[in-house]
């Protein structure tokens, strides 16, 4: 019989490639640390719906997000207008 503190809880989506590289390193994780491992199916899309997130493939590509970001930042930075116009 194993204590609260033996148990690892699993939580992983089934199309996560994250979670499938972590499932294939639990067997070790029990036997390194004498835990026992409980595995938790959980649909990651619910999870970050019901806290109002947005899922990796709805989120911009950071190549957006550093031209918004530059963007903003030669508009209104003096440190980039002055550079700006001594080049």
């Known amino acids: 019989s194993s204590s609260e503190h033996d148990v690892l809880r699993f939580f992983f989506d089934f199309i996560s490639n994250n979670a499938y590289l ?9 036997e ?13 899309a619910g999870l970050l719906g019901a806290h109002g997130q947005l899922g990796p493939a709805e989120v911009p590509p950071r190549s957006e997000e550093r031209r918004a ?8 930075s003096p440190y980039h207008q002055k550079k700006k116009t001594n080049n």
């Open 69 to 76: 970001g530059k963007e903003c930042r030669s508009r209104w």
């Open 22 to 30: 972590a499932w294939t390193q639990l067997e070790r994780l029990e």
């Open 32 to 44: 390194t640390y004498g835990l026992e491992v409980e595995p938790v199916p959980v649909l990651f």
